[in-house]
């Protein structure tokens, strides 16, 4: 004989750290290719060659506003001038302000601006000027803590040179290898009560979750015929099993809740 058991509420609570809506930072180092343009720099095409360089620096997520993105980097670049064997070498301080948007559990998109002070060298002569950019930047998480960053911009030396640049790199999230990845999705509760249910009893699924969110489940139990040995006063220990999928694998809950 099979005996149902009332359901009875829980609140089930998911989030991608310790605390909901801890702030993050993003460190990131970013190689790049740039190649000369002429929209202000009339002759620029004419006077530099494609080069490269790098970028190394952070950004900050605040927490009452984690798409936000607040920092900066620092960065150098070295392009060829045509018909000459010098090179022009561009050593800048970057602050960046951006935004992030979510388009999946592994994937985020988003502008970057950029305005900073650039110190350039050529030969022996050395000058320095104001700089501008903008970038549109793609995120591709491969665990909780790393991810690859890829993109394309525009940045110009005022008065100096400017260019496009496509970069490809990596970010590494500070504190995030310690932490639940943030947009749990194809979330699973069960119930179960060992010795006395012959199975899990599958309770609720959940499409998603997003950091901070509450959602109300019904638990529900389906005992065997063991249930009516229990005698009054009798402990019995309750086991709630949470399963969830992100960045594409499954994961169980740390582990069953009990009561």
Known sequence: MRIPFCPF????????GPASGSPE???????QVVSPLDFVISDGTELYQTGGGARAGALYSPRWMPALKLGGDVGVDVIGT???NASLTMIGLHGALGYSRTLSDSLQIGP????????SIWESSSDGQGSVGADLMLGWRLTPAFSLAAGAGYVQRVGLFEGARIF?????GLG???REPFTPSDI??????NNYMDTPRPCARIERMRRGEEVTVDLHALFNNS???VTEGERVTVNMIVEYTTLGKQFPSPSPKRW
């Open 9 to 16: 509420a829980i609140i089930l609570f998911l989030a991608s």
């Open 25 to 31: 930072i993003d460190l990131h180092l970013l190689p």
């Open 82 to 84: 045509q018909n000459t």
């Open 112 to 119: 970057v601006l950029y305005a900073s002070y650039t110190q």
């Open 168 to 172: 490809i790199g990596s970010t590494y």
């Open 176 to 178: 995030r290898g310690s």
């Open 188 to 193: 699973r509760v069960s119930l179960m009560v």
């Open 227 to 229: 249930i009516l040995r």
